[in-house]
């Protein structure tokens, strides 16, 4: 009788329903805080957070064919620099900006991706590096474009006519409905059959080939989407922080969400969101201790590729299958 009640207690025994509940409850949980705070600084975690996700669940669709770019960053700073010459400009409503930077970043990314993507490995991840670095050295170069050094300040935030989101709270639901629709055309492209050949890709390219998947054109597929959800999220970005600049898109933002993506789950559909989670609110917290922010990003990214190679997001199962094996 006493084995069976201890049996019983174990996570396994739970109702399937409410394994799969407890997640998503908590996730609520997280997304109702700031408004249950109230607090502005609650209020710019989340929408940080948000922001975050938006840009690491781009890098995710790439993962998804075997890659790894290390461009992101830029592909985010020609998002946000599209978005706010367009609006300050020429005059556009806000809702054109991310639209035209979401297109335009696409467009890039289409015509240099094809010949990119025929490197492999190492060699794609280094061509990548150089081209976030040579983004940057150009805006420096274009102050009449980029504002140079100085960058781009008084950028209008969003707005839908008289509507304008000039407080924390109303911009949070925006980026919420953002991520919403990036999340949800992440689970359309993975469930369907653009997904299951990403996936074939990712897990062997030749055989993939072999049987027929046109490798080439998926993998350049895989790159313009998540370079165009890149772009989507630099529009976003400017018009929430106000000000971008050149270095604001530098190597280190690129490094930031591939830390993101990886600590949550590199082809898991919402490792992206829980490395955002996870990792966003980390500086505000070590803010005591600048200077200890980057150790603890490298412990904690050593921690998981150690412990948990697929990310954060296989804990649950692995602490499932642990108490299996008592």
């Given amino acids: 009788m006493t084995i069976a009640h201890s049996s019983s207690s174990r996570p396994e025994s739970l109702p399937p329903w409410v394994r799969r509940g407890l997640p998503a409850l908590a996730l609520a949980a997280i997304i109702l805080t700031p408004f249950a705070t109230g607090g502005k600084f609650h209020f710019h975690i989340a929408i940080m957070v948000c922001l975050g996700a938006m840009a690491a669940s781009g890098l995710t669709v790439i993962a998804w064919v075997g890659q790894l770019s290390l461009a992101h960053g830029a592909f985010v700073g020609l998002g946000a620099y599209t978005s706010t010459l367009i609006v300050m400009r020429l005059g556009a409503p806000f809702f054109v900006g991310p639209l035209a930077a979401a297109v335009l970043v696409g467009v890039t990314a ?27 050295l150009v805006m420096l170069e274009i ?48 469930r369907g059959l653009i997904g299951q050949r990403f996936a074939a890709i990712e897990e062997n390219i030749a055989l993939a080939e072999a049987s027929g998947i046109p490798t080439a054109r998926m993998q350049a597929l895989a790159f313009i989407i998540g370079s165009s959800i890149a772009g989507f999220t630099g529009a976003l970005m400017a018009h929430y922080i106000g000000f971008i600049s050149p270095e604001t898109f530098g190597f280190q933002l690129s490094v930031a969400y591939i830390v993101m993506l990886v600590v949550g789950g590199r082809l898991a559909l919402c490792g992206a969101l829980t490395g955002a989670i996870f990792l966003t609110p980390l500086p505000e917290l070590l803010r005591g201790a600048v200077e200890y922010q980057h150790i603890f990003y490298g412990i904690a990214l050593i921690v998981v590729l150690q412990f948990l190679p697929e990310g954060l997001v296989s804990l649950p199962t692995r602490l499932t299958n642990i108490g299996r094996s008592k």
């Fill in 110 to 136: 289409a015509a240099i991706g094809t010949p990119l993507l025929r490197l492999r490995g190492v060699y794609f991840v280094l061509i990548t590096f150089a081209l976030n670095e040579l983004f940057r």
């Fill in 143 to 190: 102050p009449s474009i980029s504002g140079g050094s100085s960058g781009i300040p008084n950028i209008p935030p969003a707005s839908f006519g008289s509507l304008i989101l000039s407080s924390k709270s109303d911009f949070y639901v925006l980026a919420l409905i953002c991520l919403a629709g990036v999340m949800l055309t992440l689970w359309l492209i993975h």
